[in-house]
């Protein structure tokens, strides 16, 4: 096995060392994230770095870059307080990570990559129709992380579109049914299969040292 040290990756080429650093952390949560700025222009990018932050309330956060590399995303949120996270299909992830280019602010990415935009009820930021589990968020804060310019973005879940066939007895939901890919670094995608469910885990307590 080889021995990496930071002092090595250090050494390497920017683009090289940004692919492998990006790709240590394993799989990810690959999401479409929809918005609408102040006027209602729809904008839409792929986000990564989605992380479930607890369950009552429903928190939700994810990264968002130093705005001056994505700030569309960002400032439409802090603007308007709303968004939608939307899994990613094989059927569209061609279009979704094309989504992740940078588009002038003018620019409608929904019908930039093809995908349709979906707004249902009061709910300010569009869907993406072609997703087939997807959910609403109220902005709940945002957190700047001193170290590098990004910034946790944290949500209050509010609303949640899936097949109602997608959700197991005790509330799991088989998004490997629903399709719903994974990827790794910031350009590989893949599809989903569990392996095991094992219910909750207690402490084995072996009787013989008692
Ligand atoms: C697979 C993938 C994952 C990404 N994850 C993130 C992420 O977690 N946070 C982020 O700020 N940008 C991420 N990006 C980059 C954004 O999609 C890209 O910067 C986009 O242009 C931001 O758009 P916006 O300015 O409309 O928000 C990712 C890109 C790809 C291809």
Redesign the pocket.
Known sequence: MQHISIDTIKTWERFYRANFINCLSGF?S?SL?G?VNEDGQP????????VHLGSDPALIG????PLA??????S?IKATGAYTINHIHPSFVNKA?Q?????PVEIN?FEAVSLEAQYINSIKAPFVKESFIKYALELSEIVPIKQNN?FLVIGYVTDILMDASLIEEDGFIAIENAGTMT?V?????YKTERTARFGYAKPIVNKESK
């Open positions: 990810k690959a994230i918005t904008n839409l990018a792929v986000f990564s770095s989605i994810f990264i968002n870059r590399a994505a700030p569309h995303t960002l439409n990570h989504s992740s280019a940078k588009y990415e990004t990827c670094g910031v350009d590989a995608y």
